[in-house]
């Protein structure tokens, strides 16, 4: 029996009583993981990082991350448990953290993902990311390049009416 996620799915800080699920995520999903130490650290840094979980009931099934730097914001980690990949949860933690991030002053997002990761690709489209360069040999396990994407504008009315139309589509 599956769990309807647009029913039960939950968008909430990240902290340090997650961390063991996130670790479990992110080294299911990420060829050089972070470790639980390095998610500690940035979750002390609370004004300029924002970490969210996607949760269904008790169970940790996503997470991403956003640091800021004036006014640009640089979405450092996002991944979702393979067995709850293509329903949205990657959508709504973006959907989040850009949110996040434009309420504290960021006028443009960037992020980095992997040359052959075309789903996750066609998510950033979605939200408006577009290549701006390539990062060589950035990921390692297997070492790959990545393209590096900009949203550009994302406090302006037309981004935030691109995220609303995003999230219309989510929440009918």
Do not use: C
């Not at 996620?5 to 990420?30: K, Y």
């Not at 470790?35 to 008790?58: C, D, I, K």
């Not at 390692?140 to 994407?149: C, G, K, Q, V």
């Amino acid at each position: 029996m599956s769990v309807n996620i647009a029913e039960h799915l939950r968008i909430r800080p990240m902290r340090r009583r997650h961390l063991a699920a996130v670790v479990r995520i992110e080294e299911v999903t990420n060829g050089h993981p972070w470790s639980r130490q390095l998610f500690a650290n940035e979750l002390l840094q609370p004004t300029s990082h924002h970490y969210l979980v996607a949760m269904v009931g008790p169970q940790v099934i996503g997470f991403g991350g956003l640091m800021q730097v004036a006014d640009e914001g640089h979405v450092t980690t996002m991944a979702v448990d393979p067995t709850f990949r293509r329903r949205a949860v990657g959508t709504r933690l973006l959907l989040e953290l850009l949110h996040l991030g434009s309420a504290a002053g960021v006028v443009d997002a960037t992020l980095e993902v992997r040359v052959s990761n075309q789903p996750a690709q066609a998510l950033y489209r979605r939200f408006g990311f577009a290549p701006e360069g390539v990062r060589p040999r950035y990921y390692s396990s297997p070492t790959e390049d990545a393209l590096i994407l900009w949203a550009r504008g994302v406090e302006q009315p037309g981004y935030k009416r691109r995220l609303e139309s995003i999230r219309a589509k989510l929440d009918p």
